[in-house]
């Protein structure tokens, strides 16, 4: 635990460096950012600032004033359903009065109170779009999605964090089965500012998962990486590293709504895949993780990543080398190896509503026990997200991935399919997945035994009361149901092995 809390600090303490620079308001061609009015006295601390989730709908407009010129009237303040008060300066060209009525539900991109008290857009890390359509590493999900944070203002420099800890006790069935109770969880922090006609971005992510242990959690049908170097984990989740994420990017502006940049990380996320499962509104409330993980998104964690892309407004053209290694026990360091393998992403949002990519992988030497034998992934991927009347959140995901092996003198193929839903209401989340895989792992005496399909189902609740103004605590259980083919069964004590989590969870907001 003390290495987790000084490394966390450091992180963060990293994340919120800002060198002092003259002010950019100009993010964006075309863009229209007066500067604040200079203050007749000193310059005053920044003022803090939580944000709410913020769901832009596709009328609403991207950007907005940054500052108020001298003699002009004081913008209205939009309340939202906590009360709480954000200055938002309406368009010259059509005012429009935001009292009684919420800054999501009216559509307005998130702010953050700057220095002089002016409120300032917050711009997005690779382009001219809304910040809230990125997600992990470089990937999009759809522009009405959830975005949550605390942020503030420092000089030039955006300052966000975002962190959830959850605690689990899990409960796995059948003579496959186990129970366990665990921690897991990220802590986010990121820190953003003009650079040139673009934005430089710093991100660091932490997780406590290395706390549960080298064999991590039991979840039936889970296969994939190692708790001691030499034997599969087979029907149990693997913790994930202490550092998920220590990345930059740059991005610049190359037209009004066209950008390039570069993105680089160690540990940091390929183009390959849909956004980590953690990340995916959809899911992003379960604490379980999907038995589809290493078909679709367990790159999110590559020890060594350079990605350089192009934005076309809604189309996004990424490609990456990385390391193609994934991670191996030891869950607290961090690890380096040649940027051997190659990933190619294409992304299209066309509706605000929704966020689609297309992509594929060649990956060198993937497993630790497995040296030598080389995968071709592809993966394609729809996100789904919209605020609905009574202010209902509904989310979701379809996806597909596709693991090629070649090997031992042969080539086998195996797909995994995926659909997510959420359905949100203030406090209350209701969350279900369901998969299916072509798994090979899961008889322990077999490298590459039979393809077995198998399913599962999983559905839970969760609650969140407010206990501070920036801190909730959550509540919830999910219950899940396997399905084995009958090669299986008799290992599984039945078709249908089930599984439940109850779980708590303290969420930084």
């Known amino acids: 635990m003390t290495q987790f809390l000084t490394a966390t600090v450091s992180a963060l303490a990293l ?19 007066p500067a604040p009015a200079k203050p007749a006295s000193k310059k005053k601390p920044a003022a803090k600032m939580a944000t709410k989730p913020v769901r832009p ?3 609403s407009p991207q950007r907005q004033e940054a500052a108020e010129p001298e003699g002009t009237t004081p913008a209205e303040p939009a309340h939202d359903q906590h009360g709480a008060g954000t200055q938002i300066a309406p368009p010259a060209e059509a005012p429009v009065h935001l009292e009684g009525q919420s800054a999501k539900a009216a559509g307005m991109p998130e702010m953050a109170m700057g220095t002089h008290g002016h409120s300032m857009p917050v711009s997005s890390a690779l382009g001219a779009y809304p910040m809230q359509r990125e997600s992990s590493g470089t990937a999009w999900q759809p522009d009405t999605s959830e975005h ?14 975002h962190g959830v800890v959850n605690l689990v006790a899990d409960h796995q069935s059948g003579s496959r089965g186990d129970d366990k109770i665990f921690p897991s969880g990220m802590l986010m922090g990121m820190a953003r500012r003009p650079l040139g006609n673009g934005t430089l971005q710093l991100r660091a992510s932490l997780s406590p998962d290395p706390l549960m242990g080298k064999r991590g959690y039991p979840l039936l049908l889970a296969s994939g990486e190692t708790a001691n170097g030499r034997d ?4 149990r989740q693997h913790p994930h590293d202490f550092f998920m994420e220590l990345s930059a990017s740059v991005s610049q502006n190359i037209a009004a709504k066209s950008s390039v940049f570069i993105y680089a990380g160690l540990p940091g996320e390929p183009a390959f895949g849909p956004p980590a499962f953690m990340h995916r509104e959809a899911i992003m409330d379960s604490p379980e993780a999907p038995i589809s993980h290493h078909w679709l998104d367990s790159t999110h964690i590559s020890f060594g990543v350079v990605t350089g892309g192009i934005v076309l407004d809604r189309v996004k053209v990424e490609v990456s080398r990385f390391n193609g290694r994934e991670p191996d026990q030891h869950r607290w360091n961090l690890e380096t190896g040649a940027l051997d393998s190659t990933a190619v992403r294409l992304s299209w949002n066309p509706t605000p509503e929704l966020s689609l990519q297309g992509s594929w992988g060649h990956f060198v030497d993937p497993e630790q026990l497995e040296p030598g034998v080389n995968q071709k992934r592809w993966s394609a991927s729809l996100l789904y997200a919209r605020e609905m009347a009574g202010r209902w959140n509904l989310a979701g995901t379809l996806a597909w991935g596709r693991k090629t092996i070649d090997g031992h003198g042969k080539t ?15 406090p209350w989340t209701v969350f279900s997945r369901g998969e299916i895989t072509e798994n090979r792992e899961l008889l322990r005496d077999f490298e590459h035994g039979p393809a077995y399909r198998v399913g599962k189902l999983s559905v839970g609740v969760v609650r969140d009361f407010r206990i501070a103004k920036h801190l909730s605590l959550g509540a919830g259980g999910l219950f899940s149901l396997n399905f084995v083919p009958d090669g299986l069964a008799a290992l599984y004590g039945g078709h249908n092995p089930t599984g439940a989590m109850a779980f708590v969870r303290l969420k930084l907001d």
């Open 15 to 33: 994340a919120s460096l800002a060198a002092p620079a003259s002010a950019q308001h100009q993010h964006m061609p075309g863009m229209q950012m």
């Open 57 to 59: 709908t596709a009328k």
């Open 148 to 161: 949550m944070g605390l942020m503030n203002e420092t000089g030039d420099w955006m300052l966000m964090a």
């Open 232 to 235: 599969r984990l087979i029907d």
């Open 412 to 426: 086998l193929s195996d797909d995994a399919f995926v659909a997510e839903a959420s359905l949100k209401n203030g």
